[in-house]
């Protein structure tokens, strides 16, 4: 099993910055995958990025040059470091995991870009 808490979200202006920061409860190398996933109102739940346990990364095109996943295997942690943000990126943004064929997910922190 894994628990995931994620921090970060909030209000910034278009052009703007925010890292999202993932504490997982687990050696994030024992996860097969970790990533971002974004859902705004209305909207379906979309990949934004992934990495793997080997550290193969996948960014959703809408975000490529602006959005960069890393992670700190001492904290067990991933990041989303977000800029250039854009109105269109506010979403409710989640941490996944999958581990052993399972999702798992954070409770989702919020960000808003304001235009």
């Known amino acids: 099993q894994v628990q995931l808490v994620e921090s970060g979200g909030g209000l910034v202006q278009a052009g703007g910055s925010l890292r999202l920061s993932c504490a997982a409860s687990?050696?994030?190398?024992?996860?097969?995958?970790m990533g971002w996933y974004r859902q705004a109102p209305g909207k379906q739940r979309e990949l934004v990025t992934t990495?793997?346990?080997?550290?193969?990364?996948n960014y959703a095109d809408s975000v490529k040059g602006r959005f960069t996943i890393s992670r700190d295997t001492a904290k067990n942690t991933v990041y989303l470091q977000m800029s250039s943000l854009k109105p269109e990126d506010t979403a409710v943004y989640y941490c996944?995991?999958?581990?052993?064929?399972?999702?798992?997910w954070g409770q989702g922190t919020q960000v808003t870009v304001s235009s």
């Open positions: 996944n995991a999958f581990y052993r064929w399972i999702n798992y």
């Open positions: 687990r050696n994030i190398f024992s996860i097969d995958a």
């Open positions: 990495i793997t346990s080997g550290g193969y990364i």
